[in-house]
């Protein structure tokens, strides 16, 4: 079962980190999502006991799941929506100002500027 | 410690006043220096009174303050400097910001920090304590480094502060590294203690050196000089509080107050003999070529601070007693010079040799002054200066080589002494004295020349403050004016001799030194420097260059480290062991299928072709994941994720809505599918390895079942619920702050018009928010709203028996605004008080959350501490109890809502891309 739980968790890793290393920014947005996902699952995972949920009356005879990792994950969802969120209007922004959500465009576009500006700084 | 505390009450004074009414900085730092002055005097005639306090306790530092000898000089001395140079400034600074241009809420800075730079070396002085000293030592140069800067709109003002700043803030560090390498040989950091006990070997040698070097730097002795002739371009009272109280002052000093130290490594003590004749001489020589009258102040501090440290080299009772000597007679002459240097360029306007001549006849008692303060720097009778060169004689009087480069460098000084008084006040004039300046200016000249003067014809107290500095109980120096033939006077004739015959010879030598010198720039630290900090831009270009290039260049660079790290640590901490397999068990089916089906949608995710599948699979592999978590035994993280999942599925799909087609669909051009699916496999591996071994370790022991048994302590059944808001409550307290972070920057984005260079399209273009849903839905939608808002509250108040929690109660609220909104539009749903207050409900939330937590401090119980304490009663409301947990549970639910419509509102308010 520890391995079936580990490869879920190595597969939503590996595919967020194949969204994160694409040209497509909203791409690597959803990625970190995803990573975010994985994280969740994985700290859910590390409970030592799995059990009935641990919730008073407690079931007689019966383990009773880590609570702890649950209050760990249950933070890492929302910060992770928000971080998430975040990210989506980040990558809004720069479409606003550069037309365009292509890595290797915005890189090439970064460049122009900063000759552009160096060129203006020369001319002061 | 008085004279310390005064200043530094001044500096705060200045600033406070100074916000106020910037005229009133000036007389509060003037009151502060002037007591801090009086009661470094007053000190002079009590008992000494050493302070100490514990600092660092851990690592056995104690706070000392001294109150010997040299600590009662070198106070006096900033003070005292420091109260004059203030005066000066008094009338100095409103002309100096008119003539740049500068509105006169600037001056409260310039005094705060003169106050400052004067409370730092009064605590320089009096630490007891190589990291205190370090401490102080750093402090100054942090002043210098503003006031050096102080013209900040001229380039060449901050070029020349961050040198400084460079240079003596570097040096600085190796003093902290002498701290530690002592403090890990010898036990201790205090400087008593080390004198008793000197190090010995390569310790020693090693503290010695990185002293030496520290103090070299700051004294700005060859060939860390570079530093102190660029920094002239600070106003004229920082330079003469500079070169004669502070800072340059501050090197010397390091060096007679660790002479123990010193002392234990001859080579070293040898090295400083070297430097500081080196000094002497390069100083001495390129102050005669300099034209900028401050340019030839600067090379002679040079050259005057290389004899303190060939006597400090010497290092004999009497050579140490001469430095300290020195030190405050030098200081006298060289500050009335700069202070001279600054009313000549006020009344004329020039500021070099060959722009100024004559003026002794249109200020006869400035133009005396001058001369006794030449005179002084120059070694002449009667003034105080001839007895520093007198004890410089004596102090060497075993060391010949020493003595003759010593004769040579008082040569030198009375020659660019000379010239300096002629080249302004001798021979034909050249330019007129127009404009005054006022007495505050010309006051503190003539009394630091009548000090001078006075204490050349008198020089008993200077010379008993000086062998207290020096330390020797049996030894007194006793200058004194002898009418013979002994070596120092003679060698004092010669110097002058000599001195007047290179003045003579001015034509024969003055062009062939300045070509030689102008040869030699190339090889000039200077230069050295120049290339260094280029090198350094070039490098950081390059750098940011490679960064910019790619994001996914960064991203590597943080992921295949840790990566690796990872797999190194998982390797180190025992490869064989650990991998464990345990047991399917058939109970167990449910849960595999599920995570099977999670882990490939995930996957499918991942390859999908356009934004919108890769949105819903995501958003699909997320609800398996929480029919996962529900069969691992999480109820609430199962609600939660459900909920969050949804909110994040509609919040990305309202985002894309934003981009227009075309570029969605050239964003998802794949450029390298092979390498970026090779990264992938590499990644998952990793990752199975690690999550593999962690989930393999089993040992039973945790917290959690603590927890367990806790739970109905704090009133609560639901345990999660009760780490959430009572065990744990910082935690999520964080958690919510980060929202909100996250949710102030989501809110500024949207709202800021878009800069950049082809961004702002005007409002409204683009189609409206559609509202294309049927009359059925908007229905369906409307009824739904009130109802998800009862499910929350619900949740929130049955949190502590059931599953759910705050979270889960502010998410439902959340989905449901979402769905209304999706349904009927934002606009007619925009006035609304649940989208209107959503900011305002969030931050609430937040802050009640922050009440709950802080309130249990003003009745002396620890943060976070809920009542009813742990077991007590409850007050009960029907079947629900009653706590300081709810609120806080009420809180982390008003956040999340409160900050997640907020999100919703902006998002839908923009208009939709084409």
Sequence with gaps: MNLLLACAVAALFGAGTFLMIQRDLLAVALGTTMIGNSAILFTLAAGRTRGAAPIHPLPEGEVVADPLVQALALTALVINFAVSALLLVLIWRVHRTHQTVDLEELADEEVLEETRDEREEERI | MLPLALSLVAAAAAVLAGRRRPGAAAPMALGGLALAFAAAVARLFLAREDLELPWAGSWDLQFVLLDDGLARLY?????????????????????????????????????????????????????????????????????????????????????????????????????????????????????????????EGAAAHAIAGLIAVAAIAKSAQVPLHFWLPRAMVAPTPVSAYLHSAAMVAAGVFLLQRTHPLIAASPAVAQALLWVGGASLLVGGTVALTRDALKQVLAYSTIAQYGYVLVLLGAGTPLALAAAAFHVPAHALGKCALFLVAGVVTRRTGADRLSETGGLGRAMPATAVAAAVAAGTIAGLPPTVGFFKDELLFEGLSDRNGASWVVAAGAALSVAYAARLWWGVFGGRQVVAARRPAPRSMTGPVLLLAALALGLGLWPGPLAGLAADAAGSERWRVTPGYHFDLRRSNVLALLAFALGAAVIAAKRLWLPPLRRFLRALRGLSPTHGYRTGLEGLNRLSDAMHGLEVRDLRDRLAAVLVPTGLLVLLGVWAGGAGRGYELRGLGAGDVPLAVVLALAALTGLAAATSRTHQALAILLALSGFLLAVAFALLGAPDVALVSVLVGTVTTLVVLA???????????????????????????????????????????????????????????????????????????????????????????????????????????????????????TLLTKAAAAALLPLTLVVAAAILVKSHAEPGDGFAAGTVALTGVALCVLAVGHEPVRQRWWLRAAPQIGCGGLALMICVAFAPLLQGEPFLSHAPAAGGDTAHLGRLSLHTALLFDLGIAAAVYGFGVALIDRLAAVPEAP
């Design chain 2, 655 to 773: 985002v894309l809505r934003l981009f227009p087609r075309e570029v969605l669909r050239a964003a998802r051009r794949t450029g390298h599918r092979r390498r970026d699916l090779a990264v992938g496999a590499l990644a998952t591996a990793t990752a199975l390895l690690l999550s593999w071994r962690v989930l393999s370790d089993d040992d039973g022991s945790t917290v959690a079942t603590r927890y367990v048994e806790l739970a109905p302590t704090a009133h609560t059944d639901d345990v999660v619920t009760a780490i959430l808001a009572d065990f744990r409550g910082l935690d999520t307290l964080g958690e919510a702050t980060v929202v909100l972070v996250a949710m102030l920057g989501v809110a500024m984005l949207l709202t800021r018009p878009a800069g950049g260079p082809r961004g702002r399209r005007s409002a409204g273009a683009g189609r409206p928010p559609s509202a294309r849903s």
């Design chain 2, 75 to 199: 106070v006096l001395l900033a003070s005292g400097i420091g109260f004059l140079v203030a005066v000066y400034a008094r009338g100095y600074l409103p002309h100096h910001l008119r003539e740049q241009r500068r509105p006169r809420r600037h001056a409260p800075a310039f005094w705060a920090l003169l106050a400052l730079f004067a409370a730092a070396m009064a605590g320089l002085a009096s630490a007891g304590d190589l990291v205190l000293l370090f401490f102080f030592f750093d402090l100054t140069a942090v002043c210098s480094y503003f006031l050096i800067g102080y013209d900040r709109q001229e380039p060449r003002a901050r070029a020349a502060a961050l040198l400084a700043l460079l240079v003596t803030g570097i040096a600085a560090v190796l003093l902290l590294v002498a701290a530690v390498v002592a403090q890990s040989v010898c036990g201790t950091t205090r400087i008593a203690d080390l004198a008793a006990d000197p190090p």
